[in-house]
């Protein structure tokens, strides 16, 4: 016998009525299969339960992990693109700019900030994948070396969180130009005998791999990371050989020597502050500089 029973006949819900399960209630991992809630997800900060997969995410979500309280101040957060060379492929490269600015919220595809992490100062620059994708382009190099000059000036060490396709085609030459301005700012930050410490996210590729992300005091990944210049695919056609397998994985690339260690995100603050706790010449922590940082970020 059922516990209920329909009374009336012919009852039909127009699909309007309906309700739905809201988006967004439980997460399934991309890996291993396994469900979760969304709220179990967030507290293992988008990490996997079961295979500890890392998701992607966003320099928001950074920023919350990094800086106590979540508490920061962002550095030249309007800067957005030109378009210096009059771009079009599919659409115009200012229409692709105010569409992706609409969809994402985001400015450009890196954010910078400085403020405290466990009790230190310390400047992040961390990019966003969703912003076409990731890529490098006169605002994202701009934004890095001049929070890099911050962090000089201040005396506070440099966290770079990379996640990128590479440079960006719309720009062309100006993307690769970034380059070689990362990278002579970090030859400033590393004369200036601050830390720069840089932790490759899934995907690192093309521009960023050969230039900002490799150059870290510390060259730190996140698991299961794909790390490379080209893609495997290039690769692959180019030598017209089979890749080994975990090719470009970040555990694949650490064994290779190419990287220092590999840290998971549930661990990422606390290792980062530890690393810069040893880095960290007594100058740094008694100058006046960053003592004042320190009220500004508060
Ligand atoms: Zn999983």
Redesign the pocket.
């Known amino acids: 016998m059922s516990w209920f029973k329909r009374v009336e006949k012919g009852i039909v819900t127009p699909t309007e009525e309906k309700k739905e399960t809201p988006d967004g209630l439980w997460y399934k ?6 469900v979760a809630t969304m709220a179990e997800h967030k507290r293992l900060l988008s990490t ?6 890392h998701d992607r995410i966003d320099a928001a979500e950074y920023f919350e992990i990094m800086f106590d309280g979540g508490k920061f101040e962002e550095l030249d957060a309007e800067m957005h693109s030109g378009d210096p060379l009059h771009f079009v492929d599919t659409k115009a490269y200012p229409q692709r700019l105010v569409a992706t600015e609409k969809n994402t919220g985001l400015r450009d595809a890196v954010r910078t900030a400085h403020g405290l992490s466990n009790g230190q100062g310390l400047v992040v620059a961390a990019m966003d994948f969703r912003f076409i994708g990731g890529s490098m382009g006169s605002v994202v190099g701009e934004k890095i070396a001049r929070a890099i000059d911050f962090a000089r000036q201040q005396r506070v060490p440099f966290l770079m969180i990379s996640r990128s396709g590479g440079a960006r085609m719309m720009e062309a030459g100006f993307s690769l130009m970034q380059m070689a301005k990362t990278s002579a700012k970090l030859a400033l930050l590393s004369e200036a005998g601050i830390p720069y410490i840089s932790l490759l996210t899934d995907p690192t590729t093309g521009g960023v791999t050969a230039s900002f992300a490799m150059l870290g005091d510390f060259n730190i990944a996140e698991p299961g990371a794909l790390i490379g210049f080209a893609g495997p695919r290039v690769i692959k056609e180019t030598i017209g050989k089979d890749l080994p397998k975990g090719f470009q994985s970040a555990e694949f690339v650490l064994e290779h020597g190419f990287l220092d260690f590999i840290v998971d995100r549930k661990q990422l603050k606390l290792k980062i502050s530890d690393l810069l706790g040893m880095l960290r010449p007594a100058a740094i922590a008694a100058t006046a500089p960053a003592a004042k940082i320190t009220q500004r970020a508060l």
């Not at 996997?48 to 997969?53: A, E, F, L």
């Open positions: 991992c991309p890996e291993c299969k396994t996997c339960g079961n295979c500890n997969h």
